[in-house]
């Protein structure tokens, strides 16, 4: 048993629910912080108490250290887990707990400052024995002399924030005479988001993959790993999708990356939970990048092929016990794969999306779990992280990981924000991954290659013609109730295509439906709560569908279209000032679908307000973002005032 009685857990999001799962289950109270803008969200409904930290800043909340110990008193909590991201990797913040006489879950403060900077990093672990990337790490910043190391590195070379994390402050510079501008941006990023310029030199290893080693060490000088993960898909030098065990390592290289991965955890004095990463060659050599001192974002794939839970092992070692196994118990079974799912675009440059979920309804299945911290009807807000969900399954074999990871990814309904799912669908369905030679490039290169992977999803005839027959079905489907024929003629628009199409009935049975004149046979359809079941050619089959407004969302096989039905009645007005929406009747707002700080577009429904029994959808007549939002949803308005404001777009 550990002696932890109540946890605070310093996050956010997904983490603070997982972290809160295994606590529950040992019979610990939780303590959820919060900031404004999540007083509602799932970590905090989930806890046993719940305080307010600040303002919706990470600077004013999650990161405000001072904030998180006062409400760790204030609570009457014993722990406190930072998660990852945020507080994880402060020492300041690990010593300030110390000092609190709080249990802090995770390293001793010495450990985390040895490792948070990567020069200093890479000098312990030379002394140590850890074959390191070979660069310059020194202290002479000045940019005569890392021009002159990069020379001797050897070009192509990476210029790396020393504090730097999530894959920011890096640049890679393929020639010399790039150099010197490389390097100003790479110190101008690095002080802007650590407040630290420096930076180390390496050279770049090509066709390269990231290879990472969990590794565990208690207070009684047992330190040991549980096998690698393979992140080396990558997207700007971000991981997407992490696997365990890598195809790549066989049980040699397994055996020598552990222990090198050990050496270095040992050399710092390692407690807890921790990874050590290594970029390793096409031949199999491999060289420490960094060490992570903290619980990562894809250690559930290590928890699936264990059996192992690494939150309950950080709360039993904090709490003073010895690990519960030896290096000999651990074994691997199976292949866990884990995707990312976050709210971003990668239609529109993987811009990260703020906005409601409208739906949420994550897959279960054999092998699957999902760790997310979303609700329906939540709102992703343009503050954190946009990572929503961790979508992972588990298989016998790596194919058979893949195959189910897949299928979760499509049945996983997420409706109402644009995601990254069906670009995770694509990238796990490729021949490139399913041949497991993952290389840090690789992903670009797929983009390169592969024409039409980032062109946003076009509706086929048969999209528009479901989302005619949903229309039809939405308010008790009285066309099904017609005696004779019946024409039901609905306008569609999804971006810039816009389609009339017809729903025809015979005595109130499905007849077909024309869409822009091409005649698609539908021969049966059934709505049922939020899915349209509907049979073409013999075969039945199912779509989710939401109606939101004017808007149908249709969800079907992994990818969500949402169409829009113009309204002939009621034509949006042209407003006289395209940056200030204003309600045209009085009446009350029944929808805000939008939050501050989201760009939309023109076209795009900002507001519902409902008077005399009418919807009245406020569109945007502006590219832009959104500013101020003055009114809250079920809130009474009189025509002419303000609802909401647009900066425009410029250039
Ligand atoms: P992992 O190796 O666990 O995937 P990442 O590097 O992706 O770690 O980072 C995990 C989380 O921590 C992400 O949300 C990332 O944005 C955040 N993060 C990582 N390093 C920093 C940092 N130095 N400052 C702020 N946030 C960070
Ligand atoms: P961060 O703290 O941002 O996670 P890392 O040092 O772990 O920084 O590097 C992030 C990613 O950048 C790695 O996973 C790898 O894909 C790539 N990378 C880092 N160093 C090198 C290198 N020397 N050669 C090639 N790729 C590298
Ligand atoms: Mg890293």
Not at 191 to 201: H, K, T
Not at 486 to 491: E, G, K, N, V
Not at 626 to 640: L, P, S, Y
Request: hydrophobic share 45%; aromatic share 6%.
């Amino acid at each position: 048993m550990t002696n932890i009685r109540s946890l605070l857990i310093a996050n956010r999001g997904e983490i603070a629910c997982r972290i809160m799962r295994t606590a529950r289950r040992m019979g610990i109270a939780t303590v959820a912080v919060h900031s404004d803008a999540d007083a509602d969200a799932p970590h905090v409904r989930m806890a046993d108490r719940a305080v307010r930290i600040g303002g919706a800043l990470p600077a004013e909340s999650y990161l405000n250290a001072a904030a998180v110990i006062e409400a760790v008193r204030k609570a009457g909590a014993d722990a406190v887990h930072p998660g990852y991201g945020f507080l994880s990797e402060n020492a300041a913040f690990a010593e300030a707990c110390a000092a609190a006489g709080l249990t802090f879950v995770g390293p001793p403060a010495a450990a985390i400052q040895a490792m948070g900077d990567k020069a200093r990093a890479k000098r312990l672990m030379s002394e140590a024995g850890v074959p390191v990337v070979p660069g310059y790490e020194g202290e002479d910043q000045s940019p005569e002399t890392l021009a002159r190391e990069a020379e001797r590195i050897g070009y192509p070379v990476l210029i790396k924030a020393a504090a730097g994390g999530g894959g920011r402050g890096m640049r890679r510079v393929e020639r010399a005479g790039d150099f010197a501008a490389a390097l100003e941006s790479a110190r101008r990023e690095a002080q802007n988001a650590f407040g630290d310029a420096s930076v180390l030199i390496e050279k770049l290893i090509t066709d390269a993959r990231h290879i990472e080693i969990q590794v565990f060490a208690d207070r009684h000088g047992n330190t040991i790993h549980l096998g690698e993960r393979d992140c080396s898909a990558q997207r700007r030098h971000q991981k997407i999708v992490e696997e365990a065990p890598s195809p790549f390592v066989t049980p040699a290289l397994r055996l020598a990356m552990g222990a090198d991965a050990v050496r270095a955890a040992k050399a710092v004095g390692y407690e807890g939970a921790g990874t050590v990463e290594f970029i390793v060659a096409d031949d199999g050599t491999y060289h420490f990048l960094e060490m992570n001192t903290r619980l990562q974002v894809e250690h559930p794939v290590t928890e699936m092929v264990t059996g192992f839970d690494l939150v309950e092992w950080q709360l039993r070692v904090a709490g003073g016990e010895r690990l519960p196994v030896g290096q000999d118990d651990v074994g691997l079974t199976g292949h866990a794969i884990e995707a990312r799912l976050y709210a971003e675009d990668p239609y529109d440059g993987f811009r990260p999306q703020s906005g409601r979920i409208l739906r949420w309804r994550p897959a279960d299945g054999d092998g699957i779990r999902i760790d997310s911290g979303v609700a329906e009807g939540g709102v992703v807000t343009p503050f954190y992280d946009p990572m929503i969900a961790k979508v992972i399954a588990h298989g016998a074999d790596r194919a058979e990981a893949i195959a189910r990871l897949v299928a979760a990814l499509r049945a996983t309904s997420v409706v109402g924000i644009a995601t990254n799912r069906e670009f995770l669908i694509d990238l796990l369905a490729s021949e490139a991954f399913g041949a497991g030679e993952m290389t840090t490039g690789l992903i670009d290169r797929w983009i390169a290659e592969e024409a039409g992977i980032l062109d946003a999803p076009r509706p086929t005839a048969l999209d528009f013609a479901l989302a005619a027959v949903a229309v039809t079905m939405r308010d008790g489907g009285s066309w099904f109730r017609s005696s004779g024929r019946a024409h039901c003629p609905i306008t569609l628009a999804l971006g810039d295509e816009r389609r009339e199409t017809v729903v025809h009935f015979e005595r109130g049975r499905l007849a077909g439906v024309s869409v822009g004149g091409e005649e698609i046979v539908v021969e049966r359809a059934s709505l049922r709560a939020d899915r349209l079941e509907f049979a073409v050619d013999g075969v039945t089959r199912r779509v989710g569908v939401l109606f939101a407004g004017r808007d149908v969302h249709l969800d079907r096989d992994g990818k969500v279209l949402v169409f829009h039905e113009p309204d002939p009645l009621v034509r949006p007005p042209a407003p006289k000032d395209p940056r200030r929406i204003v309600a045209p009747v009085s009446g009350v707002v029944r929808a805000v679908g939008v939050v501050a700080g989201q760009a939309v577009k023109a076209g795009g429904m900002v507001a519902m307000v409902e008077a005399m029994k009418m919807e009245n959808a406020l569109y945007a007549a502006i590219d832009g973002v959104v500013t101020a939002i003055h009114v809250a949803e079920g809130a009474q308005v009189a025509a002419g005032q303000l609802i909401a404001e647009i900066e425009p777009d410029h250039g």
